[in-house]
C-alpha cells in the first residue's frame, strides 16, 4: 500500500471543515467522483496531506492549507490601506490580529470606507486583484450635484481617464445624488476619477461588495473571518475556467 495515502486525514472530513457540508455528505460528493486529489479523480477512503496535496471540487481548487486566514474588514473612513504608513496614520492592519501576518486585497483610498479583504492567501490575492479574472466589485456613491440620463449613460459605457478609457461599468441610480457603481477593473482611485470625468465629483464612497461577498450588518472598524461558504464562493469566483 503507497505509504503517504495511508497517513494523512480522511477526505471527507477535510471537506467537511471546508463547508461542504456534513461527513456523509462530503462522501457523497467524493464518491460521485465530483473531488479530485493531486488532479485525479479521489476513491472513497482516500486520506490525503493537506500541507502539500491540492484537492478541487468541481475541478476548483480548496484553499486546505493550514493557516490560511480570510478577514472581512468595514474600513473606517480616515484609514490607510497600505500595511504602513511613513506618516504613522492608522491602517487597516491595526483593526485585524496581528498573527498570522496578513495583507490587504488591493486597496481602497482613506477617504472610501467599506469592505476590503485582508488574508494571508497570496494566490487569491493574486486572483482577485489581477484584471484578467474580472472580480466584480460594487460602490454606493454618493454624488454633488444629480447625474443626467447622459452623465449615468456615459459612466456606463466607460469614459476617458488619464490613463486610458474605462471599461463599462454597471450604473444604478438609487437616489437622485447616490449611485451604485459595480466596475471590475482596479484602477486608482477609479470610481472618483470616473464621476469627476462625468462632471460628479464624489462626495461619498463606500465599497458594498467584493465579488460574492456582503455584509450589510459589519460596523465600521470592525472585522470578521469569512465563513467556509463564503471562502468557498471567492474560490468558485477566481477559478481558471
Ligand atoms: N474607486 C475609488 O475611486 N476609490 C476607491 O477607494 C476604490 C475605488
Known amino acids: 500500500m503507497n505509504h503517504q495515502i495511508s497517513q494523512g486525514e480522511r477526505l471527507q472530513k477535510v471537506l467537511a471543515r471546508h463547508g461542504f457540508g456534513s461527513r456523509r455528505a462530503c462522501e457523497d460528493l467524493i464518491a460521485a467522483g465530483r473531488v479530485s486529489v493531486g488532479g485525479k479523480v479521489a476513491e472513497l477512503g482516500r486520506r490525503v496531506d493537506v500541507a502539500c496535496d491540492e484537492v478541487a471540487v468541481d475541478d476548483v481548487v480548496v484553499g486546505v492549507r493550514p493557516g490560511l486566514v480570510h478577514y472581512l474588514l468595514n474600513k473606517p473612513l480616515g484609514v490607510i490601506s497600505t500595511a504602513h504608513d511613513p506618516q ?108 469627476e470625468a462625468v462632471g460628479h465629483p464624489v462626495l461619498r464612497l463606500v465599497r458594498t461588495r467584493i465579488g460574492p461577498l456582503v455584509d450589510r450588518s459589519l460596523p465600521p472598524g470592525e472585522w470578521r473571518e469569512l465563513s467556509p461558504t463564503e471562502t468557498r464562493s471567492l474560490e468558485v469566483a477566481v477559478a481558471v475556467r
Open 88 to 195: 504613522g496614520r492608522r491602517t487597516v492592519l491595526d483593526f485585524v490580529p496581528s498573527e498570522p501576518r496578513v495583507f490587504p486585497v488591493g486597496r481602497l483610498d482613506s477617504d472610501t470606507e467599506g469592505l476590503l479583504l485582508l488574508t494571508n492567501d497570496g494566490e487569491m490575492t493574486h486572483r482577485l486583484t489581477h484584471p484578467s479574472f474580472g472580480v466584480e466589485k460594487e460602490y454606493l456613491a454618493q454624488l454633488r450635484g444629480y447625474p443626467s440620463r447622459s452623465a449615468l449613460n456615459r459612466l456606463r459605457q466607460g469614459v476617458c481617464l488619464t490613463d486610458g478609457l474605462s471599461a463599462p461599468a454597471r450604473v444604478v441610480q438609487v437616489e437622485p445624488n447616490l449611485v451604485k457603481i459595480t466596475i471590475h477593473e482596479g484602477r486608482n482611485r477609479q470610481v472618483r476619477r470616473m464621476c
